[in-house]
């Protein structure tokens, strides 16, 4: 199929300040057309950051799984020590509340594959727990949501192909929904979501991909949803807990709000009031003292999605960096390039970049929520404002802390190793995130794995075994 071809308006200051170099001109818009909008139309197009444009998804293609995972999962690994986490006569018993990661998002969706492949499912293999119980896709709907993967292009900035063969059905309606799971679920995480959200429900506002992935979870769904966690406590007497609740919310915030500050919700939710963590649905989940883990935030700076465009590179390319943005009838603002700053995905920026030839001046005007200006970048470091708040509560609760903001740092800055020697690639097309830039392969799902299990051991006295990552991606299949 041709490539789509695609314009994009820049839209020049309203009133310029004196003295300032003139904005580019405008150019025009682009129209997407309906074989356009087919591609990424759908509910599942928020899982993946750019499946709102249909300009930068190429074409639709079919895929079967690639990897071993089952086979992996089935062979037998050293009896696990869980240390202080249960008491004499008790038997182990896991489940897990949190966002995209926790669900299984990889390559902008969800598939059986990812699902069995998330650090939950490898985590519960670790510990030898049998009746740890993904909902996974069924095997004839293996690609679940369908999914994005990378294709090559000459520029070098990204675009990719939507697999869309052998995807699970929807219902339309509002919101439209998904074939109820039948069986035992342990692992209640949502996309776009939290333990938060699977207590607001459908009450939840603008939270639709929240609400689809609900439908999956009818048997939990209840007129007041804390009671929903009542039943599950009803039905499954857990004693650990994975709590990851706070990233894709963070995430949401950076990708949508125009001017990013503490008194934001959906940055600093609880804390902005009371100076704490008090949301109820992580209390009620441990109402009755069970341990667990909860992760740290980590820097939307580290991830692989911030560097599909990168600003140092343009900064060394470009003879000078002149960015605007409307501030919601406040006027224009003016990036002060010296100083650190980011910008959004979107297909504007990939037109931007594209474009620009090295040497000249790289002039943009753009929308308020596209840029992260040096006062959204402090506003919005989880290090500063949040993740402190995180070790806090998991003291209080005598949970393990997971520090994904360490992790994800040092993966970023290059040369992170596994303890078996693996070289971790954090950047764009590396080893540790997929396609959609935020959410890691199943490599970097198994070095998570092994964080976790880490965690656990030092905070609880247990001995779990660590994943060999060079012989789990070699059994596998994953090409490193």
């Known amino acids: 199929m041709k490539k789509l071809l695609f314009l994009v308006a820049l839209i020049a200051c309203n009133k310029p300040t004196p003295g300032w170099p003139d904005p580019q001109p405008a150019e025009p818009i682009y129209i997407p057309t309906a074989e356009d909008s087919a591609r990424t139309a759908g509910p599942f197009m928020r899982v993946h950051p750019v499946g709102q444009y249909p300009e930068m998804i190429h074409d639709n293609i079919e895929r079967q799984p690639a990897l071993k995972i089952e086979q992996w999962l089935s062979t037998p690994v050293p009896v696990a020590d869980f240390g202080r986490i249960l008491k004499p006569g008790q038997e182990m018993e896991m489940v897990a509340f949190g966002g995209g990661l926790t669900a299984g998002v990889m390559n902008g969706g969800i598939t059986r594959e990812s699902q069995q492949s ?3 499912n490898l985590l519960a293999h670790q ?12 095997k004839e709907h293996f690609n679940g949501t369908g999914y994005y993967v990378y294709r090559n292009t000459e520029s070098g900035y990204p675009q990719w192909d939507r697999v869309i063969n052998n995807t699970i059905s929807i219902s339309p309606g509002s919101p439209p929904t998904m074939p109820e799971y039948q069986g035992k679920i342990s692992n209640y995480a949502l996309p776009d979501g939290s333990a938060e959200r699977f207590m607001m429900g459908y009450d939840c506002a603008n939270c639709n991909l929240n609400k689809l992935f609900l439908s999956r979870f009818k048997h939990y769904l209840r007129p007041y949803m804390s009671e929903a966690f009542d039943q599950i406590k009803s039905e499954i007497p857990y004693k650990f ?3 990851e609740e706070f990233f894709d919310r963070w995430m949401y ?7 990013v500050g503490l008194w934001d919700y959906s940055f600093n939710g609880s804390i902005m009031n009371t100076g704490r963590i008090t949301e109820s649905a992580i209390n009620n989940i441990l109402s009755e003292g069970q341990k667990g883990v909860i992760f740290t935030i980590p820097r939307y700076q580290d991830l692989a999605y911030m560097h599909w465009y990168s600003i140092d590179n343009l900064k060394k390319r470009a003879s000078e960096v002149y960015i605007t943005f409307n501030m919601d009838g406040e006027g224009d603002g ?12 979107t297909a504007k920026l990939h037109l931007l970049f594209e474009r620009f030839k090295d040497g000249g001046a790289f002039r943009a005007n753009l929308e308020d929520k596209e840029v992260l200006d040096y006062g959204e970048c402090y506003m919005s470091d989880p290090a500063l404002h949040y993740n402190q708040k995180i070790r806090e509560y998991a003291t209080k609760k005598d949970l393990a802390v997971v520090d994904l903001f360490d992790l994800y740092q040092r993966i970023h800055q290059g040369g992170y190793k596994t303890d078996d020697g693996v070289l971790i690639d954090g950047s764009p097309y590396g080893n540790f995130f997929s396609s959609d830039g935020i959410y890691p392969t199943p490599l970097g799902q198994a070095v998570i794995t092994n964080e976790v299990i880490k965690a656990i051991n030092k905070h609880y006295g247990a001995k779990i075994p660590l994943i060999d990552i060079a012989g789990f991606s070699k059994g596998v299949g994953f090409k490193n």
């Open 241 to 243: 807990v994975i709590i």
């Open 334 to 345: 003016l990036v002060n390039s010296a100083k650190p700053f980011s910008l959004i995905p």
């Open 127 to 138: 510990m030898g727990i049998q009746n740890f119980a993904m909902p996974l896709f069924e």
């Open 118 to 120: 998330n650090y939950t």
């Open 253 to 259: 915030g950076i990708q949508t709000i125009s001017r």
